[in-house]
C-alpha cells in the first residue's frame, strides 16, 4: 500500500510512517521544501509541495501581533490554515497524487490541503493530531467560505458543516484527558499512545549529561519556532542560574549558546539535545508550550513551567494548569523573579509530579502506532467512516 503524508509538521508524523514502512507499506511525505534535510535525514521519499508557515511568517507577523490577542487564533486560521496554505499545497498535491497513486492520504489535522485533494481523486484519507484539536465546526464558522470556494473550484459539492476535516479516521496520539472538554473528538477519532521522534540530526547526548549530579535538574527550551525570543531565554538563564540544582538550556540548532556569554559549571547551554534522552534524567521542564515538547514531558511524567509565546501554546498550558501538572506565567509576569517562584513552587509540591505520573500511565495503557496501522489498512481496503468504538 503506498500511503502519501501531508503535513505542516514532520516529527509528529514520523512514528506512524514508521510503523506503516514496517510492515512493509510504501511511505512519501509531500510538504514544503525546507523538510527536505530531514526527511532525507530520516530517509523517507520526499515530493515538494506547497509552502511552509516559517515562509509566510515575516509578512504574517506584522499583521497578526497588530490583533488583539483573543482575534489571533481565528485569523490564523483564515489567513494560513484555511486560504493560503492549502491554495499553494494542491496545484503540487494533485500533481504527485496522479504520478505516484497513492492508495491513501494521511494528514496532519490542521493541514486541510490533503482532504481536499483526496475528496477529488476519490481516496480515502485520515488525520492525525499535532496540536490543539479545531473542530469542524469551529473550523467552518472562520474559514468555511475559502475552504468552499476551493471545493467548488475541484468540482467537489457543497460542505458547510466541512465534515471532509474528520470524515474517515482522526488519529489523537494523546491521553483523553488532556483533551480540552471544549473542543470534543469527532465520531471518527482514536486516542493513541504518544510517541516521541525528535532525532532527524545526528545529535547525542554531551558527554557531560551521563554523570550529572544528584540534584534538581531543569531543563529549558523554547522549541525550534519560537526560539528567537533570546530575551526569554535571558530571563530563565538570570531567574534560574543561582539555584541550587542543574540546569539545561538548548536554543535551537540556528541559535547560538555563545550570545548569552559564560555560565556557571552547573548550567549548560546547546543548540539542541534530543529530549528523549534527556528527559528521562530530568526532574522539570521549563518551556514555551508547545505540543511536542508538552507532551513528550508527560510521557514520562515530568512536571512543566510554561511560559506561552503564540500558536497552540496558550491552550496547551492552560490544560497543563487545569490537569495540575504545571504552572503558567503569563507574558505580563515573565521575570527571572517570576520563573524562578514558578520552579521552586513546583519541585518543592510533589502533586505537580504525581499529576504528570498519572497521565504518563495513562499514555503507556493505550495502543501504539501499530494501532495506527491496522486501522489505516482498514480505511484503504473498505473505504468507509470508521467510528469510535
Not at 471544549?182 to 521522534?197: D, E, G, I, S
Not at 521575570?335 to 513552587?345: F, G, K, L, Q, S
Not at 498519572?358 to 467510528?387: N, S, T, Y
Amino acid at each position: 500500500m503506498r500511503v502519501l503524508i501531508t503535513t505542516l509538521h514532520f516529527h509528529p508524523l514520523v512514528p506512524i510512517a514508521r510503523a506503516l514502512q514496517a510492515v512493509g507499506h510504501h511511505v512519501a511525505f509531500a510538504c514544503s521544501e525546507d523538510n527536505r534535510p530531514a526527511m532525507e535525514a530520516t530517509g523517507f521519499r520526499f515530493f515538494p509541495a506547497g509552502t511552509s508557515m516559517a515562509e509566510l511568517m515575516p509578512q504574517l507577523v506584522p499583521q497578526l501581533m497588530a490583533l488583539p490577542p483573543e482575534q489571533r487564533d481565528d485569523w490564523v486560521i483564515a489567513n494560513t490554515f484555511g486560504s493560503v496554505l492549502p491554495e499553494r499545497l494542491l496545484p503540487d498535491l494533485l500533481a504527485v497524487c496522479r504520478d505516484w497513486q497513492p492508495a491513501l492520504i494521511l494528514r496532519d489535522a490542521v493541514e486541510f490541503g490533503g482532504c481536499l485533494a483526496a475528496e477529488h481523486l476519490g481516496l480515502p484519507y485520515a488525520s492525525v493530531e499535532v496540536g490543539v484539536f479545531f473542530p469542524a465546526p469551529m473550523v467552518a464558522r472562520i474559514a468555511g467560505p475559502t475552504l468552499g470556494r476551493l471545493r467548488q473550484d475541484l468540482g467537489l459539492p457543497p460542505d458547510p458543516e466541512l465534515a471532509m476535516l474528520h470524515r474517515y479516521l482522526h488519529l489523537a496520539f494523546v491521553p483523553p484527558s488532556f483533551q480540552d472538554p471544549a473542543m470534543p473528538h469527532p465520531p471518527t477519532a482514536r486516542a493513541l499512545r504518544t510517541v516521541v521522534f525528535d532525532r532527524s540530526g545526528d545529535e547525542t547526548l554531551p558527554a557531560w549529561a551521563a554523570d550529572l549530579p544528584d540534584r534538581p535538574v531543569v531543563y529549558a527550551t523554547l522549541g525550534m519556532a519560537f526560539n528567537r525570543t533570546s530575551d526569554l531565554f535571558a530571563a530563565i538563564l538570570a531567574g534560574l542560574r543561582d539555584e541550587p540544582g542543574t540546569l539545561i538550556v538548548t536554543t535551537g540548532r540556528d541559535q547560538d549558546p555563545a550570545q548569552f556569554g559564560p555560565q556557571p559549571p552547573h548550567v549548560h547551554i546547546e543548540r539542541y539535545i534530543p529530549q528523549s534522552l534527556l528527559f528521562p534524567r530530568c526532574d522539570l521542564i521549563v518551556c514555551h508550550g508547545g505540543w511536542g515538547t508538552v507532551l513528550a514531558a508527560l510521557s514520562v511524567g515530568l512536571p512543566l513551567v510554561l511560559l506561552p509565546l503564540g500558536a497552540d501554546q496558550p491552550q496547551n498550558a492552560a490544560r497543563c494548569g487545569t490537569l495540575g501538572v504545571g504552572r503558567v506565567v503569563g507574558l505580563e509576569e515573565r521575570t527571572p523573579e517570576a520563573i524562578r517562584d514558578a520552579v521552586r513552587a513546583i519541585l518543592a509540591n510533589p502533586s505537580y509530579r504525581q499529576n504528570a505520573e498519572h497521565i504518563r500511565d495513562e499514555m503507556a495503557a493505550l495502543p501504539g502506532p501499530e494501532h495506527a496501522v491496522a486501522l489505516l489498512e482498514r480505511l484503504a481496503r473498505d473505504k468507509e467512516p470508521i467510528l469510535a468504538g
